[in-house]
Antibody
């Protein structure tokens, strides 16, 4: 069974940093692109960032470009999202998701990890 | 960016009745090279992460009941639930995966009447 377990979220002050992790199991992690999608409280879904199988290609939403960095460690089956210069509008539940063989299709998703940016 | 707009924002349907959700993209999500619509549907049940239901606008993901169907092409798409079950209560999202940034509709909340 595919499992994705996010961690690393919490409360951080504006301008601060956090690193999210997503531990994957139940599939050959290194064979699949991965992605982060976030959901602000009571709001819809916003794609944040994606990374290719080997990590050589990364993609970002304009809202996080230059502040967030996606990476992966295939030896540890783990996906990361380094978030710097955090803003109140980054407050959200952050999901990691496995991309299917077709780029841009996400399934399954983790349970999500809450990030709150507030003073 | 491709803007995805769903209608209605919320919908109440009786058990066993048909539910229809619409999704419109600000530009075509068809790739001419393969004539495929890069449009997916997800649902998100309360307290759970989203789950993929349909891709290529009309292909059901493995394990998705056949009461769920997708249709449409180009910029206008529809998700239909032929006979609503209690477990279908959720927020439904369309998503385009034609181009970066991938974008979702604002969601349609489906409830039981």
């Amino acid at each position: 069974e595919v499992q994705l377990l996010e961690s690393g979220g919490g409360l951080v002050q504006p301008g601060g940093s956090l690193r999210l992790s997503c531990a994957a199991s139940g599939f050959t992690f290194s064979s699949y692109a991965m992605t982060w999608v976030r959901q602000a409280p009571g709001k819809g879904l916003e794609w944040v960032s994606g990374i290719s199988t080997g990590g050589g290609s990364t993609y970002y939403a304009d809202s996080v470009k230059g502040r967030f960095t996606i990476s992966r460690d295939n030896s540890k089956n783990t996906l990361y999202l380094q978030m710097n210069s955090l803003r109140a509008e980054d407050t959200a539940l952050y999901y990691c998701a496995k991309e299917l063989e077709v780029a841009g299709l996400f399934d399954p998703w983790g349970q999500g990890n809450l990030v709150i940016v507030s003073s | 960016d491709i803007v995805m707009t769903q209608s209605p924002d919320s919908l109440a349907v009786s058990l066993g009745e048909r539910a229809t959700i619409n999704c419109k993209s600000s530009q075509s999500v068809i790739y001419s090279s393969n004539n495929k619509n890069y449009l997916a549907w997800y649902h998100q049940k309360p307290g759970q992460p989203p789950k993929l239901l349909i891709y290529w606008a009309s292909t059901r993901e493995s394990g998705v009941p056949d009461r769920f169907s997708g249709s449409g092409s180009g910029t206008d798409f529809t998700l239909t639930i032929s006979s609503l079950q209690a477990e279908d209560v959720a927020v439904y999202y369309c998503q385009q995966y034609h181009s970066f940034p991938y974008t979702f509709g604002q969601g349609t909340k489906l409830e039981i009447k």
